[in-house]
């Protein structure tokens, strides 16, 4: 009965545990825990007691988990209801467990483990890391046996890997908090074995060497910390992608030569500097430099070596403190010159202000703190009037009193106290009047008086404190924000007009090219800008200044208010043709720029996901919109397409937007084949049009496959299109794939004949020469209408008439048996339609009829010129078997060709008597 008192104990134990509620409760209850579980005799357990206690150790695990981030539970409590948790189910642990109670195990002993390693009870950890490794590998090798397949064991082992990575890592962890060298080595050489298959674990084991190269340095164990900052470097370079910096490594190195250093700097100062240089290689720092010099000295290095090193820091930025040391350095090595030498360079980096202007400006600033006002404003009076004496101030120290002026004066502004606030500014601008050339400051001084006469409603003197801050700062955005200001409270829209241009012209400068920072000046004078317009009506002023916030505003989804509002202003703007052009490549800059901020939106935020998807629906529709508007302008209209195309990369790919996504990059390469037919456009910029068309093409073939899996489109001709489209661009770009692509066309289910004309006809488009790809599409084009019941005459002599102009050259040709053959067999197709069409009562067209047996004749008679009479008579032979064909106009050739065709037969018959006579 004492087991299951026992087991009955512990699941109470973890039930009050559960339900307590005071930390001290608790605490209390972790204790009891704790103790109980050391002392219980588990192998007497039955089983039905075991899977009782099973599920509290699991209930346990889980509330452990759910209380890491509880206030008041000690990291140390956690990792004991972990110990308790992983023991109960070892104890528990059946024969033959399944896969996932292993793993399960696996995570519980690992976690455990962890726990008492990073709560400075390594001793603790190896039981349950030990065990954990020990079923790792026996889950390897039995999933080794299971899988069914190579990659399933693969999939497997790369998983189990990554558990046998971190378990090794752990048990490091451990080994070097026991001072266990050679486990620690064991553990680690092990982990970086596994490297090669987990290669983003790089960074990590780096790292963690790193960390054991620390801790050993601080207990002086320099042989054990040299190895393990060694073995962090040659981890840290194994892998080019791993995310360790150069800035790391080097700092790595920087240490591994401090252990140099201290361990034994006559044996290994060689090697310390060795490892200096390689970290400056890699990153530059003063520490570095520093360390560099320090090996030198130690190692009694040349004067040269040594002001070589100084130089090269002195090249960098350095605080006060490292030259400061550095001098120290120098000097107790007895390297006096080269300390002085430096000690003079490194003064020159630096000013130093006079004790007594520090004192004066802490009191002003303490008075002011404590609410002695009056004081503070007699000493200010006194610092001014010795300042106009000649008695000035350090600029230093100046510049810190004018903070500290307009600092009150701006508390003064925001409590509307605004005479209050002028008087500080009289104060600075005093010590300005007495000498004072800080012309950027003076400028703003007088720009904020500027402001607090604006509320005193002087306008009178607020304009003449702006004329003053223009002489001063004429270029500064903020004094043309106060002449535009007060240009528009006086009507005054030219001199607003000018003072906008100029605006935008200095928040360039202002900005140095970065964006718009949400709340900066910048950018609330030009928002405020285009409000002042668009309340007074003047609607250029306002898209120029919306304009300039939607291309340098940071925060995105101002910056795509502003667009929006600019695409409404132009839209309503009523123009001829030309401006309407204009227009419309403007609206494509302000789109590009909307596009370019909702790509710049952090993709792994589901809300600005989502904002970013509802955005992009607004301005795919309205890219879509604009380009059906540009049928004047195909480059344009092609754009917008493309911009519609990217923006619907953004929203949810149901079956509306794969359709427009599908439609848009039809239409670009449409628009592409288009301009590249122009006879004018130069051969290059064909060539780009053509390739830029193919890649839509790709795009879109890719997306309609999507698309073909979410219905059923029987009629829809887009894989047709983009056949043609392929077609017509790989053969004016000369490509091999030409014949595979008309191949392809063949394979569509129900292949249409207009399809084969129109592939006939690029084929031989210029600079497309692919006759006999075009043949080819002939070819299959009669024999399409062949099969028909009622055979289509007219499309078939067309169809003809090219097959036999291709095959057979129209002058004199010294033309092979091969050739003529495959015209004959044309000229038969012929004669045999023309027979039924007899039968069938149809028309095959007369001229076609005339233009065969012109064809088969001049053939004949080239052959004849040529001496060939055998191949004569049978080509005229041929061209006259189309006058049974002929109607009225019949006579008009029979007479002619029958002379002609005797005189031919007469050649033939001698030449046949001349070849007997030989014999």
């Not at 361990?263 to 240089?277: F, G, S, T």
């Not at 404003?377 to 120290?397: F, N, T, V, W, Y």
């Not at 439609?663 to 910029?685: G, K, W, Y």
């Not at 499309?795 to 036999?804: D, E, I, P, R």
Request: include cysteine; glycine fraction near 2%; charge should be negative.
């Amino acid at each position: 009965m004492e087991d299951e008192s026992d087991s009955l104990e512990i699941r109470e134990l973890i039930q009050n545990l559960m339900n307590q509620e005071t930390l001290f409760d608790i605490a209390d209850s972790i204790e009891k825990l704790f103790s109980k579980i050391e002392s219980t005799n588990k192998e007497k357990w039955k089983e039905n007691q075991k899977a009782q206690v099973e599920e509290s150790a699991v209930n346990l695990w889980n509330w452990t988990v759910a209380k890491k981030t509880a206030p008041g539970i000690t990291d140390m409590q956690r990792v004991k209801l972990r110990h308790v948790a992983c023991n109960l189910m070892m104890i528990c642990e059946v024969s033959d467990p399944k896969e996932e109670i292993i793993r399960r195990q696996i995570l519980m002993l690992m976690k455990t483990g962890k726990g008492w390693v990073d709560v400075g009870k390594p001793a603790l950890a190896n039981k349950f890391l030990d065990i954990a490794l020990h079923d790792l590998e026996k889950l390897y090798d039995q999933l080794n046996k299971d899988c069914s397949s190579e990659a399933e064991a693969n999939m497997h082992k790369a998983d189990i890997q990554k558990d046998i990575f971190k378990v090794l890592s752990y048990q490091a962890e451990s080994a070097v908090a026991l001072a266990d060298f050679q486990k620690a080595v064991t553990c680690v050489q092990r982990c970086k074995d596994i490297l090669i298959r987990l290669p983003k674990e790089v960074c990590y084991l780096s790292l963690l060497c790193y960390n054991f190269g620390i801790e050993t340095y601080e207990f002086k164990r320099y042989e054990q910390s040299s190895f393990w900052l060694s073995l962090s470097y040659e981890i840290g370079k194994m892998h080019k992608n791993s995310s360790i910096s150069k800035e790391m490594l080097a700092k790595v190195l920087r240490l591994l030569a401090t252990v140099y250093l201290e361990w034994d700097y006559k044996q290994y100062q060689e090697k310390a500097l060795q490892v200096i240089i390689m970290a400056n290689e890699d990153n530059l720092h003063p520490a570095g430099f520093y360390l560099k010099i320090k090996i030198l000295l130690r190692s009694d290095a040349l004067d040269e070596d040594i002001r070589k090193a100084v130089t090269e820091l002195l090249q960098h930025e350095v605080s006060l403190e490292i030259c400061l040391d550095t001098a120290k350095l120098l000097l107790e090595h007895e390297r006096e010159a080269i300390g002085f030498d430096f000690l003079k360079s490194a003064s020159q980096l630096f000013e130093r202000s006079p004790d007594a202007g520090r004192v004066l400006l802490f009191r002003i600033e303490l008075l002011l703190q404590r609410m002695k006002e009056p004081l503070a404003r007699g000493m200010i009076e006194d610092a001014i009037a010795a300042h106009s004496i000649g008695k000035q101030l350090p600029p230093e120290i100046l510049s810190r009193l004018h903070l500290v002026l307009w600092d009150r004066a701006a508390k003064n502004y925001e409590s509307k106290s605004y005479a209050e606030a002028l008087q500080w500014y009289n104060y600075s601008l005093s010590f300005y009047a007495s000498g004072q050339t800080d012309q950027q400051n003076l400028a703003k001084l007088y720009r904020n008086m500027a402001a607090c006469y604006l509320h005193l409603k002087e306008p009178g003197k607020a304009n003449e404190a702006v004329k003053k801050a223009e002489i001063s700062d004429p270029s500064s955005i903020f004094t043309h924000f106060y002449v535009y200001k007060i240009a528009v409270l006086e009507k005054n829209t030219i001199k607003a007009w000018d003072a906008f241009v100029a605006m935008e012209k200095s928040a360039a400068e202002f900005t140095e090219g970065k964006p718009l920072m949400e709340g900066s000046m910048a950018t609330n004078l030009l928002s405020l800008a285009a409000q002042f317009a668009l309340e007074n009506d003047q609607q250029v002023m306002a898209i120029k200044a919306l304009g300039y916030l939607s291309q340098h505003l940071q925060d995105c989804q101002q910056a795509l208010t502003a667009v929006k509002c600019l695409i409404r202003l132009i839209l309503l703007k009523v123009t001829s043709e030309e401006e309407t052009i204009k227009d419309m490549e403007t609206l494509l800059s302000y789109l590009t720029a909307a596009h370019r901020r909702l790509d710049e939106l952090h993709k792994e935020e589901k809300e600005l996901l989502e904002i970013r998807a509802s955005e992009a629906q607004w301005f795919r529709k309205i890219a879509w919109n604009l380009a059906v508007r540009c049928e004047g302008c195909l480059k344009v209209m092609r754009d917008f397409f493309i911009i519609s195309f990217k923006f619907s990369q953004f929203c949810p790919l149901d079956k509306a937007v794969l359709l427009a996504q599908r439609t848009c990059l039809l239409m670009a390469a449409a628009v592409d084949l288009d301009i590249s037919r122009s006879n004018l456009l130069p051969a290059d910029e064909q060539a780009e049009l053509l390739t830029q068309a193919l890649e839509y093409i790709q795009s879109c073939r890719a997306i309609w496959k999507v698309l073909k899996q979410t219905g059923d489109f029987p009629k829809d001709p887009t894989d047709t299109i983009l056949q043609l489209y392929e077609f017509e661009a790989s053969a004016k770009l000369n490509s091999p794939a030409v014949s595979s692509l008309l191949d392809e066309v063949l394979a569509l289910p129900q292949v249409e004949i207009k399809t084969l004309e129109t592939i006939a006809s690029l084929a031989m488009e210029s600079p497309a020469h692919y006759p006999s790809v075009c043949k080819r599409a002939l070819r299959m084009i009669l024999t399409l209408l062949k099969k028909r019941e009622s055979i289509d005459t007219i499309a078939y002599s067309k169809c003809l008439h090219s097959l036999v102009h291709l095959s057979l050259p129209s002058g004199p040709i010294e033309a092979d048996l091969c050739v003529l053959e495959e015209a004959w067999a044309y000229f038969e197709d012929a004669l045999t339609v023309l027979d039924n069409t007899q039968v069938l009562q149809t028309s095959y067209p007369e001229v076609e009829i005339i233009w065969l047996m012109t064809r088969a004749w001049n053939t004949g008679i080239y052959q004849y010129c040529a001496g060939k009479y055998k191949e004569a008579e049978q080509w005229c032979g041929l061209g006259m078997r189309f006058l049974a064909y002929l109607g009225t106009l019949k006579n008009s050739y029979e007479n002619q060709m029958i002379g002609v065709y005797g005189e031919v037969l007469e050649k033939l018959d001698k030449a046949k008597r001349l070849h007997y006579q030989e014999e």
